[in-house]
């Protein structure tokens, strides 16, 4: 038996090994740079907690006598099985999520780190999140996750008003939260995200931006605004339902809204996302592969993962979903390698839909609202799917697109693109903030900086394109209920063309 500390100290070794050197093939010839397809961001669900929130309905179960040992193995066998699967050599970035994955032993985290170290390329820097609830992420344990390789946490606060977060079935208080927060930010300063949710019953505006303002005076560089949606089958629900609660006000929430990202600008924040402001290049890099509609791998019970199965020659990327339930899931990865209860074959048309939409259900546990994540098509992954098919060609003669432009939420910009200068390729549909689709992206620590600046060397104009407002992107949602069905109609009517996988 391998002493925990001697696990830990393991992976950390690998990691910053696997970073000095180059990985090498079965021919003994040092790898060529992964391409798309060979790189990949890891999920991993730890699916338990303290109790059930009352707005949550996430696959999550309040444990009985977990043996945590048995869903380590299960978590590390199935990190490995599908790593060898996918073919991935390059894990950019893990995240622990659930659940609540504070309640889990670092030594899983570490184990789970470690396993992923020897299957793939895991560079030491790579991003590795972890969330965390006040309640169960005190200083030496935020500390422990710290050794065994977490280096970002993701903190839920939802309120600094002890009533609301009564109401939203939180076992923490806002003292609570704060204290939290600020131990995270001594141990890993400048990579703490904290949530605050709006839109709940009876909530006023006021106080509520009090809220907000207070949390920025405590906060590190990463927030996220998340409006509460109603879900069938939570406490929640079910008091607004019979009458005891008043629903939310939509009117109050968007308002609420709309000033929380103001009064984030007004802080330096830049938006990146519809619910998500980083400061000093602080976003998450593994949020990021998936609006770019990069490769992830999902592990544990419920977890999602979109990407290409090598294990029989595929060149067709798959959505697979994992069993829900955790004793169930851990049989099936103890019978078969891995849980996979679906495994569905994506057309070309569902890839390029992901490219303008990451609805929450392919996320997994991302979101809260049903807000999706910011719309991004980057001209180096449409092109790698269908060039003959130019953005102008979508949305050029669009009179519903002409009529968002003159309302200020869209901007349209048909100048030559693409590396041969094709008129109208895909350039990005990005947020007007200067983030450049498909670039060299430099982060760029000045607060009153725009969060990215385009590298000067670029291959490829890629700043052309079809791109939110920043009064756009508070509408994002909206809009892709326009912009998709374009994109199928277009779809339907073009010209074949040769695909590779990935």
Avoid at 22 to 46: F, I, K
Avoid at 277 to 282: H, I, L, Q, T, Y
Avoid at 434 to 455: C, E, N
């Amino acid at each position: 038996m391998v002493s925990s500390r001697v696990r830990i100290g393991r992976w950390v070794a690998a990691a910053r090994a696997a970073h000095r050197r180059p990985r090498v093939d079965s021919l003994g010839q040092p790898r060529s740079p992964e391409s798309a397809s060979t790189r990949a961001a890891l999920y991993v669900h730890w699916p338990y907690c303290e109790k059930r929130c009352s707005y949550c309905n996430f696959n999550k179960y309040i444990p009985r006598g977990v043996e945590e040992g048995a869903l380590q193995n299960c978590l590390v066998t199935e990190a490995r099985t599908l790593l060898r699967l996918s073919g991935v050599q390059r894990v950019e970035s893990v995240f622990f999520g659930g659940g609540t994955p504070s309640l889990a032993s670092p030594h899983t985290v570490a184990a789970v780190l470690e396993a992923v170290a020897q299957e793939a390329h895991l560079p030491a820097d790579s991003e590795v999140t972890l969330e965390a609830n006040p309640t169960s992420a005190p200083g030496s344990r935020l500390a422990a996750f710290g050794a065994a390789g977490v280096n970002r946490l993701s903190i839920g606060l939802q309120s600094l008003d002890d009533t609301e977060l009564q109401l939203l079935g939180r076992t923490h208080s806002a003292s609570d939260g704060l204290q939290t927060l600020a131990e995270a930010r001594r141990l890993f300063p400048g990579r703490v995200s904290v949530d605050l949710m709006l839109g709940l019953p009876a909530q006023k505006v006021e106080p509520w931006l009090q809220q907000l303002q207070k949390l920025l005076y405590h906060c590190d560089d990463h927030l996220s605004l998340y409006q509460l949606t109603l879900e069938r089958g939570t406490s929640l629900f079910a008091q607004v339902q019979q009458g005891t609660l008043p629903a939310p006000d939509p009117d109050l929430a968007a308002e609420m809204y709309q000033e929380g990202r103001t009064a984030l600008r007004d802080a330096g924040f830049r938006q990146y996302e519809v619910s998500n402001f980083a400061r000093n290049g602080a976003l998450s890099t593994h949020n990021w592969t998936y609006w770019q509609c990069g490769q992830y791998l999902g592990i544990g019970p419920g977890a999602h993962g979109r990407f290409v199965s090598r294990g029989a020659g595929g060149h067709t990327r798959e959505a697979r979903i994992q069993t829900l339930e955790p004793d169930n899931w851990m049989k099936e990865v103890m019978l078969c390698g891995h849980g996979t209860r679906k495994c569905v074959p994506l057309s070309k048309l569902e890839v390029h839909h992901a490219g303008l939409s990451l609805t929450p259900s392919w996320i997994g546990r991302l979101a809260l609202s049903q807000h999706i994540a910011l719309a991004l098509l980057v001209s180096q992954h449409w092109q790698r799917f269908e060039p003959q098919l130019t953005l102008w060609d979508v949305f050029g003669e669009s009179r519903e697109v002409e009529e968002l432009r003159a309302q200020g939420l869209l901007l349209l910009d048909h100048r030559y693109v693409g590396a041969e200068g094709a008129k109208g390729s895909l350039g990005a549909l990005t947020t007007d903030i200067g983030m450049g689709g498909g670039l060299g992206i430099t982060r760029v620590p000045q607060l009153d900086a725009p969060l990215f600046k385009v590298a000067e060397t670029r291959k490829t104009n890629s700043e052309g394109g079809l791109r939110c407002s920043w009064e756009g992107l508070a509408v994002l949602d909206s809009l892709l209920l326009i912009l998709l069905p374009q994109l199928q109609e277009a779809w339907q009517h073009r010209t074949p063309s040769p695909v590779s996988g990935g």
